[in-house]
């Protein structure tokens, strides 16, 4: 009983300084995604991720999230007793008797050679060249190497089978923990090492201090500590360890040793022994295993409660159960000796140091306390919901008649530069002055408003105060309001603190407003509403405001808060807080300790132990791309896969567009705290804001080249170095070259086909109308042939040579049947060719002319001119195309006459290279001609100029040649206006003026 009584006594004295308070611990269990709640061994890889064994497999998480292995995901068996990480990154894990080996992307297993195949690995320590020793219980020590697995040289396995632990030292050397005793093994040699008495003691854990001593942890024979010198001290249950079994042990970088048991932790720190167990915040005793990630933080596995995060000692909270009255601490007042007195919501008033307490029974009106002050004369004033509280060396006052009255909460005291003990009330304010008197402003439009929670007196004498109707400011008894219509963040004004620089900082409902030469800029902390629903706001000695929310604490220095609103450090329970929720106005400054009220208790910190965090960013990974947010195997698409699981030289279908890329940056530290910005080169112009999410998605990409870059920050403004993923997405087959060549070839071909088509169907087109026009000449040489030659100038011309004949003139009618053989002869050849010359048409008219005059010699006269030097003979026009006009002359302008005619033909040249012909008779006229023939149809002489004009028309369409006829016309004298007869011209062209011949 003594001896118990002897631990006691020497607990609460060892841990006097430190019992009271409250750390904080983050545990993780199944419910949170562990896969079993008893936690065997830790350690971090490669890549950030921290992995716990377990009895139910391996659990690897990023600091939000789990990922679990078990026997379907490759392990051969699901308790998981060892880990460690090997010096190319790989990492071990000790499964039963098999060796496992993760790489980031997979498990390999390597087991035990056979003779080994009935032990388990329980313990793993790696080197710096690659080796890795392997201790088990049953076969002894293995050594890793290149060549494989294989029994650990010079170490005696026939006597040593059971190793519980491994320790490597720092000159190379291996500790060997056993069920038997400690072994160290160097180069192939291996030494026993005498531990206390001669009894052989069960390792369980070994450690090695910076100074090169050594920590040894066994099953019920406490801790030894073996110095260099050779000494040895031992801790047992007698001189402050927890319990004498010891299950872990683990020096972190700063060689404080944490020492774990099934009753809980203790810590060795600088020759002080603290403890932690379920009353200091752990949330179970019942350790097992113990480790320290990359960031410095502390994790703890147990025996059927998970794991479990220490969050230092920067923030301690205080409880009930540390002696506070209540652990809603609403109002903290330091008092002029140094103690500082809370004010709670439940339970009165309570020193800190727990030796005094207020509450009804001892006079307060209230146990619910929201204000407190200490005045210039050291007397405490506390505000309760029943009106004030004057305090003296802990004893009730009764107050003076005139604030008897105040019975209503009494939200906020301040004593002014006068002397005048302020009241800020649910409904008013109240002022006590020196001398006595009591004034009183009630809440109104016109007063101060309703709730005033904080007050402030500035250098002008102005008070300013923060009320339900906005930041309210008396002069001389005057009030001026701001409201949101001025630019305030939000009405409920609840905290007010100024800054060095005469700034005034509101804390409102909805925000941080800073008031700053008359002008109002508002501030949000967050981007929740808890962020900003501002409860608190205090200085500490370096200039910080800290401020207190319903989402943690946020500290910053105001000078950069106003150039950067999102520069303030935001404290929430991975930082150490246990509970998020700050109480109004319950901090204060204590010799330069700051002291908040929460919900969960008093929150202490000290700011001198701020230290900068100069971890650089964590590093950031694309973990992965999903195409149409399904993840996909890119093997097809690519050159293979790099250490990430990643496709290399990535080239998608350009229906393959929409991708979605998952990236991750590890803090185990801060995980919420966690953000990333983005972009894709070759589609955004710059970052995109930050976000938490941990994926970004791209639609509706067109085709290009393209680059992925992720960076990540963990909320203080620094950005890692981008990881970034190329890929290409390929045109679809329309916006190839070759497609464009194709259609370059299918167009030109298409143009080419449709402009031979309509040549072709202008070209028969032509042939047809060529066909026609050709027709129609025939037809019209026909005609002109059946015109020249028709039956009244045949039986005329053969009647005159009967005539002839029958009065015996054989001359003449000889003459006559010789011209009129001629021109017959001609007549028939000219209808063989299209076309004649002039000079053979002038011969054969001449021909028609004799024969006409041989019959009416007495009628008229003809002569045909010729313009000396022309060559008729290059000119050529249809045959037979001159008759009509000379024998229209004749019949209708001569003949009709009652004296003799004339009928010329001139040839003569024309400019444009052109020869005219003219028929001119000096008849009847056309008007005279006309008028005679109406009683008539027509006769063949019409038809034939009508025929000689169709075939120059049919020639000219033909384009043969361009023959122009004017007439026949009226030749009248200009003097007179008689008529002289009639006169055609026939305008033709040389012989190079037809297109082709006939």
Known sequence: MLRYLLIALFLFCSTAPTRAQQHSFKQLTTKDGLAQSQVRAMAQDAEGYLWFGTLGGASRFDGSEFTNFTLADGLPDPQISAMVRGAAGDLFLGAGNTLVRWDGRGFHLEPLPAESKNARILALAATTDGRLYIGTDGGGMHVRTPQGIAPLPGYPSDTATNVRSLALLKNGSLLIGLREGLLRWHEGTTERIPLGDHEPKIISALAEARDGSWWVGTVNDGLFHMGTDGATRVYDEENGLLRNNVRCLLLDDRDRLWVGTKFGLNLFDKGRLRVFTVHQGLPNDNLFCAFQDSDGDLWFGSDGAGAMKYAGDRFITFTVRDGLCSDQVMNITADTKGDLWLGTYDNGICRMDGMAMVTTLDGLPNNTIWSGLCDRNGGLWFGTSAGPVHLVNGVVQRLPPQLEDLEQPILSLLEGPDGTLWFGMREGLSGLKPDGTVVHHVAGPTGPGRSIRSMWHDTYGHLWMATDNGLVRMNEGRFERWTTAQGLSDNTVQCLLPDAKGRLWIGT?????????????????????????????????????????????????????????????????????????????????????????????????????????????????????????????????????????????????????HLTFDYLAISLREPDKVEYRYRLVGFDQDWLPATDARFASYSNLSHGQYAFEVIASVGDGRWSAPASFAFEITPPFWLRWWFFAVCAVVLVGLGYGILRFRSIRRERHERTRQLMLRSRMLQLEQQSLNANMNRHFVFNALNSIQYHINKQDRATANRYLTSFAKLIRKNLDASQSDTTTLAEELERLELYLILEHMRFKDKFEYRIEVEPGLNIAEAKLPAMMLQPYVENSIWHGILPMDGKGTVRIEVARAPADRIEVRVVDDGIGMSRSLDAKTSTTGDHISRGIEITKGRADVLRRLELTDIRIKGPEDRVDPESGRSLGTQVLVSLPMTNGWAKDG
């Open 509 to 657: 409902a909805n925000g941080l407003t800073c008031l700053d030469g008359g002008v109002l800029r508002t501030i949000h902390l967050g981007g929740d509403f808890g962020s900003n629903y501002l409860s608190l706001l205090r200085s500490d000695d370096q200039g910080r405001i800290w401020a207190g929310t319903n989402n943690g604490l946020f500290v910053f220095l105001p000078d950069s808060l106003l150039r950067n609103p999102t520069s303030a450090e935001h404290i929430n329970l991975n930082n150490g807080l246990r509970s998020l929720e700050f109480n109004l106005n319950a901090a204060v400054l204590d010799r330069g300790r700051l002291f908040f009220g929460s919900s969960a208790g008093l929150v202490f910190h000290d700011p001198k132990t701020d230290v900068p965090d100069l971890r650089p960013p964590p590093p950031t990974r694309i973990t992965g791309v999903r195409s149409f947010l399904q993840n996909t195997d890119w093997t097809s698409r690519s050159t293979g896969t790099d250490a990430d699981g990643l496709p290399i030289g990535l080239r998608l279908d350009h229906r393959r567009n």
